[in-house]
């Protein structure tokens, strides 16, 4: 702060406790910094000169999904194990809660602030976390971008994110390796992190391999399990069936696609294959093959680098592999893959 306003750090001091009379040109340089920067003064903080922080905060949309409570969990036991408090906040997906849970993190003075899950990359949220980091950095906080990507190296900010585009490679690669052509991909969002990078894979996968890409076999949709049954069905009910094979973007998706399959007497993997992505429940209750993430390896990997990270600000980028699990869910092509059912009721 008083190095960004030119003055001495009694200047500042003096200026924000209104402590003492000051130059009006004097004021107006402290105050713009304050404003550059969004300071928030801790009012702990003052006859605590020399105390360390003892605490890491985790702020994701809820507690609700298993994708973020596996990351927390991991958050909160490499906290442990490092002798911290783990905070916990929750957005519900709105950024100005988001913006008001970084500032009380701030006041709080924790020592790592790791803001969890998917986003929408646009020109708005790339300004917004640019903001955070630079107001963080000089609070003396690492600001950790958790399952969200690289913003380039001119953000001081950690990232620790693992390989959708690689897993998504890989999976589809395995249901070209069974003979199917016609799949069929549930969960396209445009500019939302995540589903954009595991089409990525999708796409290049059928690149790779010589496999005509088709829009129409792409159907959009959030990532929740009523949505995989929504998508599933309105494919199914409102014209033939033109696809063999499914890749959903997250095993919730596919959950309510085989749901969706199962009401219309389609059988997976006889009439039906079905992939998914991330290892979280349901995966193992419908024996469904899928892409396995290191959620809890990927919040504790968050909290280490933000530990082992002496100066707040350093960017550092931790890209964690994923790998196939494979169960039943996935066979070669039926002898008449397209064919229609009777629809359910």
């Known amino acids: ?92 997906g709105d950024p100005e809660q988001e913006l008001a849970i970084v500032r009380l993190m701030r006041e709080r003075q924790a020592e790592a602030l790791i803001l969890v899950g998917n986003v929408v990359a646009d020109d708005a949220y790339r300004e917004r976390m640019a903001s955070y980091a630079r107001a963080l950095t000089v609070a003396g906080c690492h600001l950790v971008l958790c399952g969200r990507p690289s913003l380039g190296p001119e953000v001081p900010a950690i990232v620790v994110e693992y390989d959708n585009q690689g897993g998504a490679f890989a999976m589809t690669s395995r249901l070209i390796a069974a003979g199917h052509r016609r799949i069929l991909f549930l969960g396209r969002r445009a500019g939302y992190s995540t589903p954009e990078s595991r089409i990525a894979g999708f796409h290049a996968a059928l690149d790779a391999h010589g ?89 504790r990997a968050a909290v280490r680098l933000a530990l082992e990270t002496e100066k707040p600000g350093t960017a550092r980028h931790l890209l964690l592999g994923t790998r196939l699990v494979e169960r039943e869910s996935i066979g070669a092509p039926a002898a008449d893959p397209f064919r229609r059912l009777p629809a359910a009721g």
């Open 211 to 299: 496999v005509t890409r088709d829009a129409g076999l792409e159907s959009d949709g959030t990532m929740e399990r009523h949505e995989g049954h929504r998508m599933m069905s309105e494919r199914l009910d409102h014209g033939p069936r033109d696809f063999s094979a499914v890749m959903a973007a997250n095993d919730q998706i596919a959950a309510g696609a085989r749901q969706a399959l199962t009401e219309r007497g389609l059988r997976v993997p006889d009439d039906v294959s079905l992939a998914g992505f991330d290892d979280l429940p349901p995966a193992a209750d419908i024996g469904l093959t899928t892409v396995h993430v290191q959620h809890e390896e990927l919040g």
């Open 1 to 92: 702060m008083a190095q960004h306003a030119g003055v001495s750090v009694a200047t500042v001091s003096r200026i924000l406790s209104g402590s003492y009379p000051s130059a009006p040109a004097t004021r107006t340089k402290v105050m713009r910094a304050v404003r550059e920067l969004d300071y928030v003064a801790n009012p702990h903080a003052r006859g605590l000169a020399g105390g360390q922080s003892r605490n890491v905060a985790i702020v994701v949309n809820s507690v609700a999904s298993p994708h973020y409570a596996h990351v927390a969990q991991g958050v909160q036991e490499e906290a442990a194990r490092a002798g911290r408090i783990c905070l916990v906040g929750t957005t519900g």
